[in-house]
């Protein structure tokens, strides 16, 4: 399976600040997914940044708010732009695998980035 | 709405009692898959069922896929301390598409 580091592991923010949030993958992958977790609540998918083209989006999230960039085939960046404390949340890459076993695709995470807004 | 409901949302319960989490939906799976996380880490994978009626068992742990693929259910036997944390149902309806039900957040009393 593959090993996910992301940084910041946490940050504290002003509003209407940006973070950039890194996502490194020890093997080339060809989909990461970013998740938002907000407090004590599921997870919810944000975009998959695919390499070579332009991230989608899920309903709910645009991308001048959370511009996504995917330079290669092991990392990905998301950045929170003009942050608000409605912003505060944990932020999740992560890739698909494909299970042998089962022959379906799961998902291996990182430890996340929690940002706190001012 | 959330397309996965998962029940109990909360549940704190003694050391060595059991219990059951379930996860529902009205729409139809290809595979459904259970995480576990804890403070500070991402989910992590504990189990994937993929074929209607099919169980699962891992050491304490049974999961079970409904027969029509619309749901699922977590069972802990003698549950303990460890076993504390977020559990997640997740479910595969296209290539590349995992929707996340709305976690059970699980509380063992030593």
């Known amino acids: 399976s593959a090993v996910i580091s992301q940084k910041p592991s946490r940050d504290i923010c002003q509003r209407g600040t940006s973070l950039t949030i890194q996502c490194q993958v020890d093997?080339?992958?060809?989909?990461m997914f970013w998740y938002r977790q907000q407090p004590g609540q599921s997870l919810t998918l944000i975009a998959t940044a695919n390499q070579g083209s332009e991230a989608t989006y899920e309903s709910g999230f645009v991308i001048d708010k959370f511009p996504i960039s995917r330079p290669n085939l092991t990392f990905s960046t998301l950045t929170v732009s003009n942050m608000s404390p409605e912003d505060s949340s944990i932020y999740l890459c992560s890739v698909e695998i494909g299970q042998l076993s089962s022959g379906a695709n799961v998902l291996t995470f990182g430890a996340g980035s929690r940002l706190t807004v001012l | 709405t959330q397309l996965l409901e998962q029940s109990p949302q909360f549940l704190s319960i003694q050391e060595g009692e059991n219990l059951t989490v379930y996860c529902n939906s009205s729409?139809?799976?290809?595979?459904l898959q259970w995480y576990r996380q804890e403070p500070g880490e991402g989910p992590v994978l504990l189990v994937t069922?993929?074929?209607?009626?099919e169980v699962k068992k891992l050491k304490r742990l049974t999961f079970q896929f409904g027969d029509a693929r619309k749901d699922s259910s977590l069972h802990i036997t003698a549950a303990q301390p460890g076993d504390t944390g977020l559990y997640l149902c997740a479910g595969a309806r296209s290539a590349s598409k995992i929707i996340f039900g709305s976690g059970t957040r699980l509380s063992i009393r030593p």
């Open positions: 729409s139809v799976f290809s595979s």
């Open positions: 069922v993929v074929t209607g009626g």
């Open positions: 093997s080339q992958v060809t989909m």
